[in-house]
């Protein structure tokens, strides 16, 4: 179905399916018609391309996504929303619709039944609530996916797209720079949604990569960022000492070893640093 992005249409469908939006749920469904054709080709790079999409709305995304791939897989977790999907998509043949929460499936297990021998890419907007619950869930479980494309809060793209040693870096940031090289495509204004949500938003890509830093234990490493990012004012010395529970001069020691600054702080650190600490943190329990 054409004209998704016409606000009218949009109302009559929802009208007619009794559907409200849920606050609950973060629902903000895209009505800017320039939007989805932009984050459906950057996801889609290939005739042999499957796409996994999270949280289809009203199918807005969907629509410009299945024209593009060879198969697109919608989890979506609002039951309420099936019936209107099967009215606005029911012309196509590639899709295949999932009620269910995105956290809690086996996405490995969903990729290799439904894109068996396709290239395979995420591409999603996000409601704000899940926004780093879900990025994490899809880095973390190392998915045979090519890329990541979502809109997310803006705030929430220049975090996570900031260079590693830059003030906007953060915790997130060097986990999400070690599985990825995240990339800040372009910007969309609250205006381009129904209802209005109160913040901007933005379009990020993650390429996935194989990690450049080996850290001894990724557990270690990562437990290493958050701690050091607990306290961001503090230097990376007292911020550790205290999210670690580590002796100051044991600690001095460790960051000397790594050849880290005692009085930098987190947000001057880089993956390399993070994984140097780590990795002679748990040197000491070797």
Known sequence: MERLTD???IRDILSR???T???????????NPSVCPRMADDAVRGDNFGVLE??????VLTNELLKRAKKVVAVELDK????????????????KVINADILELDLHRLIDEEFGGMDVAVCANLPYYITSPVIMKLLEERLPVKSITVMVQKEAA???????GTRDSSAITAAVRYYCDPELLFKVSSGSFMPAPKVDSAVIRLTLHEPSVHPKDEKTFFRVIKGAFAQRRKTVLNSLSSSLSLDKQILRDILDTAGVDVN???ERLT????????????????
Do not use: M
């Open 7 to 9: 606000i009218g249409v």
């Open 17 to 19: 399916h009794g559907f």
């Open 21 to 31: 939006f849920s606050k609950a749920l973060g629902q903000n469904f895209l009505i």
């Open 54 to 59: 999270i949280g289809p709305g009203i199918g």
């Open 80 to 95: 309420r929303l099936l019936p209107v999907l099967d009215e606005t998509l029911g012309e196509f043949d590639n899709l």
């Open 158 to 164: 220049v975090r996570l797209c900031a260079e590693p």
């Open 264 to 266: 930098a702080r987190a």
């Open 271 to 286: 993956i390399a640093d993070f994984a140097a600490i780590a990795d002679a943190i748990y040197s000491l329990k070797e």
